[in-house]
C-alpha cells in the first residue's frame, strides 16, 4: 500500500509473511525446541532413557529400542540435555511437516493454528520419550498407506513395510494403527503387495522378536499376565476422558476433538484416518475398565485428529472462528509453561522437583560418596536422573511389591555384588549416618563395604497353578536358578542375614507375606527344593511370587507370579 508517496510498513511485513510464512512458522518452532531442550531439566523418563542408551539392545523390558538408538546418536554429539533430545527435536519438526503433506486442501493458517493449540507439541514435543519417534512414524506410515493404495506397487510396499517396523520399534502401540488400517480398508487382504509389506515388516522385527523369545517374552508377558488389574473405579474412565480433552487442548481440544469426529471423511484415506482415531479412542476408554490409562497413550491419534478436524474446520466457517478466538489464550497458557519449565521462578513445590531439582546437588553428593557406585531404594527415576546429573554409576535396587524395570536387567546388580557402594534414600532418614539437604528435601546416604541384592536369581515354580482349601498346604517344587557370580558370593558369606519369602496378593493389593524357611546357603547346596507352606488364606482367587533379599535391601522380584486358587 502507498500512502502519500511512501509504502507503509505493515503493507511490505505482511507480504513478506504472506511469501514465507512456512519458513517463518517452521523455523520458529524449531529454534524454539532447541532452546528449550537445552534450558530444561531432564524429565525421569528421559533420563531413564539415556541409561538405556548405555546398554544397547534390541529390545528392553518397557519398550522397543527406538528411544534408546535416538538418544546414543544425538548424545554421541552434544554431550547434555540438548544432546538427549536432539533427534527427537528434529522428529518433532518432521512430523508437522508430514501431516501437512497429508492435508488435500490446504489452509495453511488454519493448519498452524490447530497445530499451536496442541500444547502437548510444542510443551512436551521435544522430550526424548517413545512416543515423539511414534508420533513421527505414525505419519509416515499414513504418508506411505497413502502413496501405497494409490499405485500398489512393489515400490510403496517395501517403503511401507520398512515404516510399519520403525513404528513398531518406536512403541508397542503402532501396533493399533497397523490393524485398525487394515480393518479400515479389507482390500489391503486381497493384494500380495500388502503380504509383501506385512514380510518385510516381520523380517525388521525378527531380531526384536528374537530379544524377547531369549528373555521369556518379559515385556509381552509382565504387561498381558503379570500385571496386577486393580479394581475398577469410575474414576479410570473420567480421567481418560478430561486427559483426551486436555490433550488436544488444553482450550483447543473442545472444539477439536468434535471436529474430527463429526467431519464425515470423502475418500478411502480420510476414512482410515477417522477407524484409527475412532478405534484407538475406543480402545484405551475399554482399557479404563481395566486400570488407569495414560493420557499419552493415545498420542498417535494427534495426526488424523490434525487432519480431519482441518477438513472439518475449513467447511465450517462458525467452528472456525471459536478456535481462532481461543488461540490467543492458548498461545498465552503455552507461553507461560514455556517459561514455568525453563525458570525456576515459582515456589510451587511439585513443578521446583519436576523441573528444577537436579542441576547441582548430584556433583556436591558425588564428592561425599567418593565417586563410589550409588544405590537407590526402588526408583528408577533418582537413579537415572542422580547418573546423569553426577556422571556417577547409579543403581535402582528394586522391591518385589512394585513393578519390575530395566534396572532388573541390565548387568549392574551383578557388577556391583559384593563391592562398597553407597545406598541414597529419601525415605526412613533414620538408618542413614549422613544426609544431604537438597530441592527434593533430605537425601539418607551410607557407606555399604559390601553390597548384596539377588534379583538375578531366578525361581522356577512347578507348578505354576494352585487349588486348595482354606487352611490347606501349598506343595511345589523350586527350581533356583542362581548364576555362577551369585553362588560364589554366598558361599564366601555364610552369616548373610537373608529371607526367602513368599508375597501374596490379590487384585486389590498386597496381601501377606509367608516366610519360607530357606536361607540362600540352603538353595545353593540344592538347587532344587521341594517347599510346603500354609498361605492361610480364606475363599478367592490369589497370587504369589519369591523374593529374596538380605539385611536392609529389598527383596527383589525373583519369580514369575503363581496363580492360587483357595475355595
Not at 519 to 525: G, P
Request: aromatic share 16%; charged share 15%.
Amino acid at each position: 500500500m502507498i500512502k502519500n508517496g511512501r509504502h507503509e510498513p505493515n503493507f511490505f511485513l505482511g507480504r513478506f509473511i504472506q511469501k514465507n510464512h512456512r519458513a517463518l512458522f517452521y523455523g520458529s518452532w524449531l529454534l524454539l525446541a532447541l532452546i528449550q531442550s537445552r534450558y530444561t531439566e531432564l524429565l525421569d523418563d528421559e533420563a531413564y532413557y539415556w541409561v538405556y542408551s548405555h546398554f544397547p539392545a534390541w529390545g528392553y523390558f518397557d519398550h522397543p529400542p527406538m528411544i534408546a538408538l535416538l538418544i546414543k546418536v544425538g548424545y554421541g554429539f552434544v554431550h547434555n540435555e540438548l544432546g538427549v533430545r536432539l533427534l527427537p527435536v528434529l522428529m518433532n519438526l518432521f512430523s508437522l511437516m508430514i501431516i501437512e503433506t497429508l492435508i488435500v486442501k490446504k489452509n495453511a493458517f488454519l493448519f498452524y493454528a490447530i497445530v499451536l493449540s496442541l500444547g502437548v507439541l510444542q510443551i512436551s514435543g521435544f522430550v526424548a520419550v517413545p512416543d515423539t519417534p511414534l508420533i513421527f512414524f505414525t505419519a509416515a506410515f499414513f504418508w506411505a498407506y497413502k502413496k501405497f493404495t494409490d499405485k500398489f506397487s512393489i515400490e510403496y510396499a517395501l517403503i511401507l513395510g520398512v515404516i510399519a517396523a520403525l513404528l513398531v520399534y518406536s512403541k508397542y502401540h503402532g501396533v493399533l494403527i497397523i490393524l485398525f488400517t487394515l480393518m479400515s480398508n479389507t482390500r489391503l487382504l486381497t493384494k500380495y503387495q500388502t503380504y509383501l509389506a506385512g514380510g518385510i515388516t516381520l523380517l525388521l522385527l525378527a531380531p526384536h522378536l528374537w530379544w524377547q523369545f531369549q528373555h521369556d517374552w518379559v515385556s509381552f508377558r509382565y504387561q498381558l499376565f503379570e500385571n496386577k488389574v486393580e479394581r475398577y473405579s469410575v474414576n479410570f474412565t473420567i480421567e481418560y476422558i478430561g486427559g483426551q480433552i486436555l490433550l488436544t487442548g488444553p482450550l483447543a481440544g473442545l472444539v477439536l476433538l468434535p471436529a474430527a469426529l463429526l467431519y464425515k471423511g470423502r475418500n478411502l484415506f480420510e476414512k482410515t484416518l477417522y477407524i484409527n482415531l475412532a478405534g484407538i479412542y475406543v480402545f484405551f476408554l475399554l482399557s479404563s475398565f481395566r486400570g488407569t490409562v495414560e493420557a499419552n497413550w493415545t498420542a498417535p491419534v494427534l495426526i488424523p485428529l490434525i487432519v480431519l478436524s482441518h477438513q472439518f474446520l475449513d467447511e465450517h466457517p462458525r467452528w472456525q472462528k471459536i478456535l481462532f478466538k481461543l488461540f490467543p489464550v492458548t498461545l498465552i497458557l503455552v507461553l507461560m509453561c514455556r517459561v514455568i519449565i525453563v525458570f525456576d521462578f515459582l515456589p510451587i513445590k511439585p513443578i521446583q522437583e519436576r523441573y528444577h531439582s537436579w542441576n547441582t546437588w548430584p556433583t556436591t553428593m558425588k564428592e561425599k560418596t567418593k565417586g563410589l557406585p550409588i544405590v537407590f531404594s526402588n526408583s528408577y527415576q533418582r537413579a537415572s536422573k542422580y547418573w546423569f546429573y553426577s556422571g556417577q554409576l547409579a543403581y535402582s535396587q528394586n522391591s518385589y511389591r512394585d513393578r519390575k524395570n530395566n534396572y532388573d536387567f541390565w548387568p549392574l546388580e551383578d557388577s556391583l555384588l559384593g563391592k562398597p557402594v553407597y545406598f541414597l534414600d529419601i525415605y526412613q532418614l533414620s538408618r542413614f549416618t549422613d544426609s544431604l539437604k537438597t530441592p527434593l528435601g533430605w537425601i539418607g546416604y551410607k557407606y555399604d563395604s559390601c553390597f548384596a541384592s539377588f534379583a538375578k536369581i531366578n525361581v522356577v515354580t512347578i507348578p505354576r497353578k494352585f487349588v486348595t482349601k482354606p487352611g490347606g498346604i501349598i506343595s511345589l517344587k523350586c527350581v533356583f536358578e542362581i548364576p555362577e557370580k551369585y553362588s560364589s558370593f554366598i558361599l564366601s558369606h555364610p552369616s548373610a542375614r537373608d529371607t526367602i519369602r513368599a508375597g501374596v496378593f490379590n487384585k486389590d493389593g498386597w496381601i501377606k507375606d509367608v516366610f519360607t524357611g530357606l536361607s540362600l546357603q540352603q538353595i545353593n547346596r540344592q538347587k532344587v527344593v521341594d517347599l510346603n507352606f500354609n498361605p492361610e488364606l480364606p475363599k478367592g482367587k490369589y497370587y504369589f511370587l519369591f523374593a529374596i533379599n538380605d539385611d536392609d535391601y529389598n527383596a527383589t522380584h525373583n519369580s514369575a507370579k503363581v496363580t492360587l486358587e483357595v475355595k
